[in-house]
């Protein structure tokens, strides 16, 4: 199952929508098939790995990451698939969410007299698939925040300099973050000052994710580095932004999200048009203002807190969360589930937001 989930991890990022899944047949001690799910609407894990196995399957155990689906998709049922080849036993690590699985594939496995057994290492495959998770459930995309920051929670200088607060390993991890996560999404003030790409740019190829800018007065600047045309570019705004200025902005490559009538982006209603749009991750790398804005709405999954060991100091350096924040210590943001990572000389701090 180690494998299998080693497997499905390689994939993490490159299925869109759908769960990483891996698989591992296994006959007479021997492994005989592997499998990983690698794109949407392509095959299924257990369709590789039972592929790979052939005759050898019929007898072997199959260790496969998330229940085999029992319903017919882009792709028809794993089960019955396994159930074709004469498997004997079939280990799952989570059961899958997905309403028209949901229990059906173990209990069709049952039925043939396939031997089953569910939960072997099922945290690692709910941490691996908790976008899938959360988009399944809920048609809202998982929201991850990303952001660098110094000791005393800055993510600038007073002057707004911020190259670069980590070092190059944290730098790098982020960019492994881009490629894991089917959208990025920045405040235009972030555009404004620091003009980036927002693409994945890693020693290897790899994915970019769409590009979100939170524009409620369409301020992008039609020269910004952002609407190039190395990623689709959708800028979220309001009814009440210039006409004239949408325009520019789609002529040059731009897509326009309406979202509400302002004054402000409707941050809820974004994420639901996302959600419709297929867009299961995002990775919301700020600032300051955008980032306490979606905390405070209740939109953030999870937080991933790149910390230098390094000490800006005054009150104008921008901080990493701009909100009011609560007048006593008592009502602090708790996070729960906290692990930390060393990247080269800075840590990694993730969490997630409990419900107070
Ligand atoms: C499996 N093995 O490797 C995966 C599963 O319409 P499709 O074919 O793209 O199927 C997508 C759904 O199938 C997805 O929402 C999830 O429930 C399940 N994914 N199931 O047996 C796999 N990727
Ligand atoms: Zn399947």
Redesign the pocket.
Known sequence: MRLALDLAQGAAGQ?G???A?G?VVVKDGRIVGLGS?LK??EA???IHALNMAGAEAAGATVY?T????S?H???PP?CDRLIAEGVARVVVAAA?P?P??AGK?IQRLNAHGIETEVGLLEDRSHTLNEA?RKY?ATGLPFVTLKTALTLDGRIAARGGHSRWITGPQAREAVHTLRHRHQAIMVGVETILSDDPELTTRLPVPALHPVRLIVDSRLRTPIGARVLNEEAPTWILTTTSADPAAAESLRKAGAELIVCGEGPRVDLTEAMKELGRREIGSVLLEGGGVLNGAMLQTGLVDKLMLFYAAKIVGSEEAPPAFAFRGPDRMTDAWPLKGVSIEHYGDDWCVTGYPASL
């Open positions: 299925t929508i759908n769960p899944v698989c799910h949407r609407g299924h894990a257990e496969v998330l229940e085999p689906c319903h998709g882009r792709t794993c899958d997905n028209q699985v594939g899938f399944i």
